[in-house]
């Protein structure tokens, strides 16, 4: 993270983080943690293709799952990802 980038704004019913990479940071994340405390921290993941997938397969098979079980899973797609809606494609 690159301290003077960040930022923080806070209102009477919201508050919001601005997180900004080290210059040698490539890739997007995948989640963040965030608590009060270190040692009780909750991890939440980002909207993405891969994350959206990974829930969604852990829904449809939650055990170990055969190869046909997996070849029959949809193809999850997302569209668009806004402050109110996610949009997903499910073929």
Do not use: M, Y
């Not at 852990?58 to 070849?71: G, H, I, K, N, V």
């Amino acid at each position: 993270l690159v301290s003077p980038e960040s930022s923080v704004s806070v209102s009477a019913h919201n508050a919001v983080v601005g997180l900004a990479k080290a210059p040698g940071s490539t890739g997007l994340w995948d989640s963040f943690s965030f608590g009060l405390d270190p040692s009780a921290l909750q991890e939440r993941l980002f909207v993405s293709e891969e994350n959206v997938d990974g829930f969604l397969g852990t829904a449809f098979c939650p055990s170990p799952c055969s190869q046909s079980a997996l070849e029959k899973q949809p193809l999850i797609e997302v569209l668009d990802v806004t402050e109110d809606r996610i949009q997903i494609r499910v073929e």
